[in-house]
């Protein structure tokens, strides 16, 4: 290989090394902006009318948001917040009913790991995603906005866990409740990430969402492994 081309490569690795501590500054900035001018009254209000619409036509909805037509930033935010009070709240009650057959330090872990899960996946599905997007530039919110409003139904599912964990024996409604839940998920999220590529075709992008599903896995494990996943 010519020293030309290695001089490519490097210049091209740092400018892709730039272009996204820029865009994650700007992402980090912007969600500091949101949060401080969050009215959680009038905003909730406002994310709950957004996800009403979104479920009569979900397609589309996703489409808006990951070609950019519609900014729900700070909606997005407020669905990240309350994916993460869920989550805590479920391991709070889950602590309380469960706890005792546990250490103190392996409970504490726990809710730890409660408060940053959802913020992990949503970063970490929108980090891959924004590398393999490079071709059509969608700024980080845009792919991080799209990423939440795929992951709606996970969001549901945790309300779901609270219950299963506060009625007993109600798993037997709540277990296929939640896998229709993560197969909509599922499904909203391969055609999320398929607006944000912006491939017209299946059989062109399939591969493709293989490939990014393969590296989201690896990177989860890596996470899990060092525990704080």
């Known amino acids: 290989m010519s020293e030309n081309e290695n001089d490519k490569k490097t210049n091209s690795t740092e ?3 730039e272009e996204i501590k820029k865009e994650t500054k700007e992402t ?9 001018k969050v009215d959680f009254k009038e905003d909730t209000k406002a994310t709950t009318s957004f996800v009403k619409e979104m479920f009569s036509n979900p397609f589309e909805a996703i489409r ?4 950019g037509k519609e900014n729900v930033f700070s909606k997005a935010v407020i669905l990240t917040i309350i994916y993460i009070a869920l989550s805590v709240i479920c391991q709070i009650l889950s602590l309380f009913k ?3 057959y ?12 409660s408060i940053l899960n959802p913020a992990i996946y949503i970063v970490v599905v929108s980090a891959v995603v924004y590398l393999f997007n490079r071709e059509n530039k969608k700024s980080l919110t845009t792919v991080l906005s799209t990423i939440v409003v795929c992951s709606v139904p996970i969001i549901i599912n945790e309300a779901i866990s609270i219950i299963a964990v506060l009625v007993s024996g109600i798993s037997i409604i709540t277990s296929p409740i939640s ?19 912006e491939v017209d075709e299946h059989k062109d992008f399939i591969k493709k969402y293989a490939v990014i599903r393969l590296v ?4 989860f494990v890596i996470l899990a492994r060092i525990g704080i996943y």
């Open 179 to 197: 896998t229709m839940f993560s197969a909509i998920a599922t499904v909203l999220t391969y055609f999320g990430m398929k607006d944000l590529l």
């Open 64 to 67: 808006n948001v990951a070609s």
């Open 216 to 219: 989201i896995a690896f990177a």
């Open 28 to 36: 980090v900035n912007q969600v500091k902006e949101t949060i401080k």
């Open 15 to 17: 400018e892709i090394k």
């Open 98 to 100: 469960y706890g005792k």
């Open 102 to 113: 546990s250490g103190i330090g392996h409970n504490f872990k726990n809710l730890i790991i």
